[in-house]
């Protein structure tokens, strides 16, 4: 029944760790998206894939990196993490022009 | 540069209560979306509303509701009859209709509803 599930849903890991946050969307959307809200609860887009096809790639560092399978699934790979990695990252998808459909979140906590 | 812009951090309102948030956007575009999100404890991205450019009639939904003011670019969002799960962080986005896939959103307002 989930529309835009994200696994985990806490991620406590250490400075320097690669780490994986994975999504899949049962919407039969053609679009997915990556957002960071920080501790001010800001929302910034990261990267958003159509069709398998990267569209957006913010100014996001190297050690981000989206991987899309298929158009179900985007997920979200990130190496040598930093203390400033830390914050929820969302996944969502959308049917253009259609809003996006948000998971759940995945809350990121680097020490 | 498109800016969506939140003036209130924080509002409280009474229980049954109608409160108004307040949201205003710039943009060169004619066609375009916008929208309000609401973030609950949980966390969850709920979308409330949303309202296309080209339509005159304001965009309802139950209790919810929005002044749409295209030519002063402000899209605020009533809440009539305000319960206790209204409380959340209530996020007014904005997206062109163009190729430009962004959605951007204000910084936020964070509702209290008092018993």
């Known amino acids: 029944d989930t529309a835009v599930s994200q696994t985990p849903k806490y991620l406590v890991t250490q400075m320097g760790n690669d780490k994986s946050i994975k999504c899949e969307q049962n919407l039969g959307h053609d679009t997915m998206y990556w957002y960071k809200q920080d501790s001010k609860k800001f929302l910034k887009i990261m990267f958003s894939?159509?069709?398998?096809?990267?569209?957006i790639n913010e100014t996001v560092p190297n050690r981000f990196s989206p991987k899309s399978p298929d158009k179900a699934h985007l997920n979200l790979h990130i190496n040598s993490l930093e203390l400033g990695d830390s914050a929820v990252y969302f996944c969502?998808?959308?049917?253009?022009?259609?809003?996006?459909?948000f998971g759940p979140g995945t809350r990121l906590t680097v020490l | 540069a498109q800016t969506v812009t939140q003036s209130q951090p924080e509002m409280s309102v009474q229980e049954a209560e109608t409160v108004t948030l307040s949201c205003t956007y710039d943009t060169s575009e004619s066609d375009y979306y916008l929208f309000w999100y609401k973030q609950p404890p949980s966390r969850q991205m709920i979308l409330v509303i949303r309202q296309e450019a080209y339509k005159q009639q304001n965009a309802t939904e139950n209790r919810f509701s929005v002044n749409f003011q295209k030519a002063a670019k402000s899209f605020s969002l009533k809440i009539s009859d305000s319960q206790l799960g209204d409380a959340a962080m209530y996020f007014c986005a904005y997206r062109a209709n163009n190729r430009d896939d962004k959605i951007i959103f204000g910084k936020g307002t964070r509702l209290h509803i008092l018993p």
């Open positions: 969502a998808s959308s049917l253009r022009p259609g809003p996006r459909v």
């Open positions: 894939y159509n069709n398998k096809e990267l569209i």
